[in-house]
């Protein structure tokens, strides 16, 4: 972080611009994610599940799907990042939607031509992930080209929140009675149709987008070195990024973990697991709607360490869960539930610093960077929970996870974001 300096909100000179309601090219933006959104829940439970229900994968083949579906991330996003600040963003993302719409929709082809195997499947999921992080590393830094001021960033930041826990919400759910009625293979095909309705927003949408400064030098490594360095170099950067890679970690490990323990340990149905989900993501919407009026009301910096220690504490409910089987169910529920909320409410203050404290130039290389320590943490976490339940079994597994867990919380407590008590002021554009 450069300084703490507050910054108030600008005189409101343009009421027709005072909620992004009035901006149509985002409202075009948001519907598109948020239906793909809803297609990307349903494929993250249908994928393992086939992986279960189609091919009889071990604890470890689940983990190593996960992993493969997140690891891109990881190895690739900071090379996408730098050749994402070299070119408009939007065809980037057309390109991106086009390979997944076609790789997601050839599941259940190859599932009804008896040609789909675990070994098609993990390549399948792999190569999604890479077309998944040119995406991604590119959305996040195309909606300040449709937001404009910084002064909406918060507000956009809490409708893409809003949309990402409102398909939490309903893509589990829908993802279990799809696998119940159709097979797991056939739902993927939802998501296919989603990345269509993605591609369709993205296309109508007619804010012209700059074509990127041209640099007097491309050396790929410079700019790979430029983009780590933002972050690392930024105090508060760094320990959002840090602590994002444990929380990633912790809720991708938790989250496998408890779908193989679920399924193999307590013969849970696919539907009741699609149900847990969906019911307890409730409270991830709930936190990206009230995000605005809590920032507004207390400290930036407060709400993010509440936020982010109810997604950390929140797994120590799952080992914990004892009892009649709806007892158990109602605290899988809660537990899930407290996660959801904290990271509706954290989420919102994460991208909007981010946003907040970050020049345009340097966008695509900053998004990078936090998505390889974001997902590269969830896809060492999905390793992980395989190994470690292929190791210890589902309640061991979930244990371990939930006291290392826990302990992220200490980070929290002498992070220099959770000081803050407003969003810093912005660098030169």
Known sequence: MTGTTQVSAPPNTEPARQSLWHNHDFLRFWVGETVSLLGTQVTNLALPLTAIGAFGA???????????????????????????????RRPVMLGANLVRLILLAMVPLLYWWHALDLPVLMV??????????????????????????????????ARMGTSSSAADVAGPGLGGVLVSAVGAPVAVLVDACSYAVSLLSLLSIRTTEPAPAPAAERRLWRELKDGMGWVMRDRVLRSLALIGF???????????????????DLRLGDGTIGAVFSTASVGGLIGALIARRVIARFPLGRVYLVGQSALLLGPGLIPAAAGPRPVMIGMFVLSFFTTYLGLGVAG??????????TPQSMMGRMTAAFRTLLFGGGSLGGLAAGLLTGRLGGRGALVVAAVGSAAVVVGLLVSPVSRLRALPAAPSR
């Open 246 to 264: 444990c929380c990633n970690f912790s809720m991708i490990t938790v989250w496998t973990m408890f779908l193989l323990y679920g399924h193999h």
């Open 348 to 357: 919102v203050i994460i991208v909007s610093l981010r946003q907040a404290v």
């Open 58 to 88: 071990t604890d470890e083949q689940v983990g190593l799907l996960r992993f493969l579906q997140l690891v891109p991330y990881l190895g690739l996003a900071l090379v996408i990042g730098v050749w994402a600040d070299r070119h408009r």
């Open 124 to 157: 399948i999921a792999c190569t999604v992930g890479i077309a998944s992080v040119v995406f991604d590393v590119s959305w996040m830094s195309y909606v300040p080209v449709l937001v404009k001021s910084p002064e909406h960033y918060v507000e956009a930041s």
